[in-house]
């Protein structure tokens, strides 16, 4: 089996240790923690393969992991770092995503999102969540057939397998915050949507972007819906069925638009105003739409995958925390990334 790094680690994780999968961070040049984790196990040949997930490349010199894998294209998974590595692995609509965010080829590995992938030995099937476009969960089996699966951030778990270890997320995971439980208020968008004259729903680029067109259309709006070139050019990409799209000057007699929150504020003053969140910060009307499982989502998810323990390792801040010890209070085995220890970059292969 796995040898224990540290001490911390033999303690911390021994379950994970028992069922062959080992969690871990690395260290930058800087001597700060990487973000997110890295995963190491076996495959069943027996050789050791390590998956860092969601985590900035190393630099070339260094020892690298068998894959860098990249869940979305949201910047806070780092894939803009990653999608330079012939070792980064994501979805095809991940992959055209942070292209056109970032202005970058990809040189990774890519498979369409339900599909399989062999890395380095090991059959990996990806499954949606939902999140964005393209987003995609992780899976695969270890040598003594742990069924590990990476969520990243999910919206909709309705269609993730069963697992023995869930390395998953919790950005609204803190059950004591009430801004950790909502629901997607649909009708209010719906209204603001046909009540009379121009309208803007602030929406970042990409993933809010696509969600607000695809919710319009399903509201039967047919008529064009106006954007920045680049949001537009995502949401081409990601959507089979986007309709008509036009740029924000174009002149016609649609008048809604989709734009940045803090691009909302260059928009005409008799554009009526709304940004689609779930977050209270913001100068203009809220309305509730949210990318994201809440609080009671999130626990619902773990339950339904019986995880033997579940690894929370994302948003940096205190929720994975949060989320990992009201798991333990409710009985389910948890740990969350600040209690994974480092192992040295020598180390890491
Ligand atoms: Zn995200």
């Not at 067109?213 to 990409?237: D, N, P, Q």
């Not at 619902?300 to 801040?317: N, W």
Request: charged share 25%; with cysteine; net charge negative.
């Amino acid at each position: 089996m796995l040898s224990v790094i540290s001490s911390e680690i033999g303690v911390i994780s021994k379950k994970l240790i028992d069922l062959g999968v080992l969690a871990l961070r690395q260290r930058n040049s800087r001597g700060n923690f990487k973000p997110h984790v890295s995963i190491r196990f076996r495959n069943n040949a027996g050789e050791l393969r390590t998956f860092s997930i969601d985590t900035t490349r190393s630099p070339g010199k260094q020892p690298q992991p068998d894959a860098y894998l990249i869940t979305h294209a949201h910047s806070d998974h780092h894939g803009k770092s990653a999608m330079l590595s012939p070792r980064a692995v994501c979805t095809d609509k991940t992959a055209t995503a942070l292209e056109i965010r970032h202005d970058r080829k990809y040189v990774g590995s890519m498979c369409r999102l339900g599909d399989e992938i062999e890395i380095e030995g090991v059959r990996v099937k990806t499954y949606p969540t939902a999140h964005t476009a393209g987003a995609a969960a992780f899976y695969w089996e270890n040598d003594v057939g742990t069924r590990i699966l990476v969520t990243g951030d999910v919206k909709n778990a309705s269609k993730l397998p069963p697992c023995d270890v869930l390395i998953t997320e919790a950005n609204y995971g803190d059950p004591e915050d009430p801004s950790c439980h909502f629901a997607d208020d649909l009708e209010s968008m719906k209204c603001a949507l046909f009540e009379s004259g121009p309208v803007a729903f602030g929406a970042y680029e990409f993933g809010k972007a696509q969600r607000a067109v695809e919710l319009m259309r399903g509201f039967g709006y047919e008529g064009a819906i106006r954007m920045e070139a680049r949001t537009r050019a995502l949401t081409r990409s990601m959507l089979e069925d986007a309709g008509e799209l036009a740029g924000i000057d174009s002149r016609g007699e649609d008048e809604v638009f989709v734009v940045a929150p803090w691009d909302l504020d260059k928009l005409p003053r008799n554009v009526k105003k709304y940004v689609l969140s779930c977050r209270a910060d913001y100068p203009y009307p809220i309305i509730k739409i949210s990318d994201h499982l809440d609080a009671c989502g999130l626990e619902d998810m773990v339950r339904k995958l019986t995880p033997e323990v579940t690894l929370v390792y994302h948003p940096g801040g205190h929720r994975p925390s949060k989320f990992s010890k009201h798991l333990n209070s409710i009985g389910i085995d948890s740990i969350s990334i600040d209690q994974i220890g480092n192992v040295l970059s020598n180390e890491f292969i």
